[in-house]
């Protein structure tokens, strides 16, 4: 006959299993997060280039904008100071 002492009960290997899943899931959390942060990164990269590009080419005049910061603010969505600092970030990676 088996000791009940010497065994874990029900309970607590529900609990561990429980907790082996939650750490499981934590990391696969956590892991994802990296990636997309990574994957932002890169398309913010991205969008400076393009800016740049949206910039010398004026393309800005030719869908209706005074410069290249209001259009930013519109297609991006952004704040004046972030379309300042996305040109200003731009700058100085090139330099």
Known sequence: ?????????????????DAEYRERTWLKLHEEIVS????IVALEARV???????DETRLYKRMGFTSIYPYIE?????????ANER?????ELLE
């Not at 400076?48 to 949206?54: G, N, P, Q, W, Y």
Request: hydrophobic letters at 45%; one cysteine or more; a neutral charge.
């Open 1 to 17: 006959m088996l000791n009940a002492g010497t065994h874990a009960s029900a309970d607590e290997l529900d609990r561990a299993v």
């Open 48 to 54: 400076v280039d393009l800016l740049f590009e949206a």
């Open 74 to 82: 519109r297609v991006l969505g952004c704040s004046r100071h972030a």
């Open 36 to 39: 997309v942060g990574k994957q």
């Open 87 to 91: 040109i200003r970030v731009g700058h």
